[in-house]
């Protein structure tokens, strides 16, 4: 950004907003610049924090005058590519939550998290389609799929989107939904933050108020065991049942109990949100039926507490995930994800080796009805590691790298966005769509966006039909 036109014309953009303009070498420039995710190390040519959807408009107009790129933050959870040299806009400040009983809906400002949402939700016996984590912000997940606890009886978080409020790269605030701007409202469900930037979501809530849910925790010397266990089981329970198996190698922290401090452990987790004695019946299957864990945390809960079936960290870290989805989980995937994912003396870098399983309401939505992959494949494999350092995290890819590269035969080649990060989640991008919707969301690029503005997000270049 030229110099001059910075000096002059920020200050003009200060005095327009609501919220705050902040530039390099300001006291806040540092703090405002950071992620969630500490291993993102961005410089924006400039920082802004909106309160409200004008603000944005004059933002991107800003934006589109000075010729600077944009990046959309809330949480900074999910980032692709670092804001270098780009105007920057955390939403954070824009959390309005407004609950319609009556409609059984939502409308949840750019920069809420899931949290607020699901407490003024359940205040009223209903409950969003949130992750494993009430932290993360509700756009960023939901513009790049969003599968959480609910999924296989109630869908993807984007397939519950009633409508979308959006600034176009241009400075125009426009509504996307099925009979307004329908192209767009297609490509924003799965396409992440390359469209546009969201300025609000109405999304659909669901009767959910108690659950059957919580965590088997085995030793890890019946992971093989467990394994196999899982990959039957999943095939006869019900939709309200989604559940996942995890390997985890517990970090030897003050917060981790005990017995498990500096361990590994095979975990089995899921909710279900259907009569809470059927649920209890289906896991009894485990603990009573076949072998009896170490602990049972499974029990009756209010929707309220979903959280604690996975105890996702909310303080920032610097980490990274990457995902593939899965064709099959043979006995050799077992043996390869074993190999690689449990940690003997430090020697897999790997903090969790997870496989959900999707499949059920997921699959029964029309693969045309918005621009999200994948919908037949029932198996997501995501891999998790913390990366202190730069020497980490060359180990913890190279780790992942040769996990991905054995299970090769039993893969789809297929990749879910929103557990991927930095520059992954922006090379494989088109690995998350079939070959005809990428190139569909390429030509809604192409119309709503044909400067690239919106770089940062995913990979999605402009291209007419």
Known sequence: MNTTLALTDVDNLRTKLQGSVIVPGEAQYDAARKAWNLAVDQHPALIVTPHSALDVVEAVRFAHMAGLGIAVQATGHGVS???????????????????????????????????????????????????????????????????????????????????????????????????????????????????????????????????????????????????????????????????????????????????????????????????????????????????PPVMNMFHPMPFSEVATISNDPEDPMPSMSTNVWMRELSDEAIDILLKHGISYNGSSPIIFSEIRHAGGAIARVSRDSNALGSRDASLLLQMVGIIPTAEAAQYLEQTTRQVKRELQPYLTGAVYMNFLEGEEKWQRTKDAYSPETYRRLQAIKATYDPENVFRFSFNISPVKA
């Open 81 to 291: 590519r670092p804001a270098d040299g780009a105007m920057l806009i955390i939403t954070a400040g824009m959390t309005q939550v407004r609950i319609d009983a009556a409609s059984e809906t939502a409308w949840v400002g750019a920069g809420s998290k899931w949290g607020p949402v699901l407490e003024k939700a359940q205040a009223v016996g209903l409950a969003p389609l949130l992750g494993s984590s009430p932290d993360v912000g509700v756009v960023g997940y939901t513009l790049g799929g969003g599968m959480g606890w609910l999924a296989r009886q109630y869908g993807m978080s984007l397939d519950s989107v009633r409508f979308f409020e959006v600034v176009t790269a241009d400075g125009q605030l426009i509504r996307a939904s099925e009979t307004e701007n329908a192209d767009l409202f297609w490509g924003l469900r799965g396409g992440g933050g390359a469209l546009g930037v969201i300025t609000g979501v109405e999304i659909q809530l669901y009767p959910v108020t108690m659950v059957y849910g919580g965590t088997l925790i085995y030793p890890i010397e019946l992971a093989e065991a467990v394994f196999k266990r899982f990959r039957d089981w999943v095939q006869v329970v019900p939709d309200e049942f989604t559940s996942a198996v995890t390997l985890m190698n517990f970090p030897p922290l003050p917060q981790v109990p005990e017995f498990l401090r500096g361990k590994s452990a095979v975990m089995v987790r899921g909710c279900f949100c259907g009569p809470v004695e059927q649920g209890e019946a289906l896991i009894k299957e485990w603990w009573l039926d076949w072998n």
